[in-house]
């Protein structure tokens, strides 16, 4: 038997007896490399180096920026200056649900987290309003994947890595698709509630708007602070990933003073478990990557595109299939570490900018993160409603095919993802 095929084999009966993606690919690619006389000393040394990436280190500490904003009062005053502003509009509530999401996303860089931040608010929100509940679990779901495609995003800094690409660049690329699909959800929420004649709340008085909004001006400052430091040469991702961290425990437990040590124990559980996770399937997609290396597939499969493969239209539309189909079962990162190493050299031969294509990828997984089974944001959602996975993929299907075309729009206009980084 070949490797590469004892490598997919016992990845897929790994990940059938549901042992987690990235044990299961961790285990399988070690198998195919011990097949060609490789040494676990190799193996394991590659592992760490591989997690001693600068860059890497932003990972935690926008996790840990998130868990604070959802816990400690931040995303609560956002909402609350947001409903002052818009909730009189006729789908206003829907407008606050995807502004907030559009504001903790510009921070957390992470869609699930973003999806339980604000659905845990206004999911009831939004039913109290006369909104369908199968609806509003649609809306969170849809616009908490924008978590990973306003910057700073966790995807986007693996993709760096792997692909050695800069990150305040793919950062910037990611802004544009991320208003574009914002603005887009905006649009049809407010079509929708006109159609539904879905209610709105009462007008605030200018005072109450001022008042709400001063609240509220740490949680506003934060994405300034994080994006404005990188983009002006101030700090580096990493190091704005740590300085949102520190910002968002001092309002927290100084200003809004809702964070206490019971609260504080709990999210530093919470941030090791969800960064633990990241690192493990990273650890493990290094030693694919080492296989793939070896076996030269990424070489094999760029000859045969170019045999074989038409057009880079052709290509773009097989490669979105593909982490669709891939999407259904695996993890954002697991996803990034395996492709990005085969299509890196492809790319060259079709003319395709990596960075148009790390936004392409983005957007892939953010549908990734509302598909069953495995859509993280599907099961986040449902344990926030307490309503069943089915009833809440059932909300998500309109939101689906948003979200498909406007994937469509980026892929044929790369100039929506390349305009800021010229």
Known sequence: MSPVLALFLAFI?????????????????????????????????????????????????????????SKGGISRHLIEALKAWV??????????????????????????ATAAAIGS????GLVNAGYKKRYAMGLIACAGTLGILIPPSI???????????????????GVI??????????????????????????????????????KAIWGFLLPILILGGIYGGVVTPTEASFLACLYSVVVSLFIYRELTFKKFRSMVNESINITSMIYLIIASAVVFGMFLTVAQVPQDLASWMNANVANKWIF???????IFIMGMFLESAAIILITVPIF?????????????????????????????????NLFVVSGISREKVGEVVRGVVPFFFL????????VIFPEISLFLTK
């Open 403 to 410: 979200m498909v075309l406007v994937l469509a729009i980026v």
């Open 155 to 173: 995807p986007l800094i693996l993709y760096g890595v792997v692909a050695e690409e800069s990150i305040s660049q793919l950062f910037m690329a």
């Open 344 to 376: 890196l050299p492809i790319l060259a031969l079709f003319n395709i900018n990596p960075i148009h294509f790390a936004i392409i990828l983005t957007i892939n997984l953010e549908i990734a993160m509302i598909t069953p089974p495995v859509g993280l």
């Open 121 to 124: 608010i206004m999911i009831p």
């Open 13 to 69: 009966f790994l990940c059938l007896i549901r042992v987690p993606v990235a044990i299961s690919l961790g285990l399988s690619s070690i198998l195919a490399l011990n097949m060609i006389d490789f040494t676990m000393y190799t193996i394991i040394q590659k592992m760490f180096s591989q997690l001693t990436h600068v860059s890497l280190m932003a990972i935690p500490g926008f996790v840990f920026t998130g868990i604070i904003m």
């Open 177 to 214: 698709p991320g208003i574009l699909l914002g603005g887009t959800l905006i649009l049809t929420a407010i079509i929708y509630a006109r159609i539904n004649n879905y209610g709105s709340l009462p007008k605030q008085t200018w005072s109450n708007r001022w008042k709400k909004s001063l």
């Open 87 to 112: 909730g009189h509009m006729r789908g206003g509530l829907a407008v606050v649900t995807i502004l907030a999401c559009m504001i903790f996303a510009a921070i957390s860089g992470s869609s699930p």
């Open 316 to 322: 773009l539309i097989a490669v979105n299939l593909l």
